[in-house]
């Protein structure tokens, strides 16, 4: 299941950690931001914005993107997941248990949140 957060400042943190990991995803596939748009029938600008942290893309778009770099979406979501939660954790402020799994049915949302 996908991980939502509802704090805008763990939500950037998810968007620009996720944009790093699929820039470097993209980078190492040899592929450029024109290619991934070409895929995607949008601009460079868009990926370059998605991969920046600075654009916010629905779940149907990340999922045709991670498609377009052959990795598995839940994947994706999990790695991404674990990162969030590793640096609000070493921050010392609010924690989440951020979980991604995948449901029979395709991926869901759901969270798990605690302030410590």
Do not use: Y
């Amino acid at each position: 299941m996908i991980t939502t957060v509802a704090d805008p400042e763990t939500d950037a943190l998810h968007r620009k950690l996720s944009g790093a990991e699929l820039r470097r995803r993209r980078v190492e596939r040899g592929l450029t931001e024109e290619d991934v748009a070409a895929h995607l029938d949008c601009t460079s600008a868009l990926v370059r914005d998605v991969e920046r942290g600075q654009h916010v893309v629905g779940l149907d778009w990340v999922i045709e993107l991670t498609g377009v770099l052959g990795i598995d979406p839940r994947e994706h979501f999990e790695r991404v997941s674990r990162q969030v939660e590793r640096r609000m954790n070493s921050a010392g402020g609010c924690t989440r248990a951020l979980r991604c799994s995948t449901a029979a049915s395709g991926i869901e949302e759901e969270a798990d949140g605690t302030h410590g």
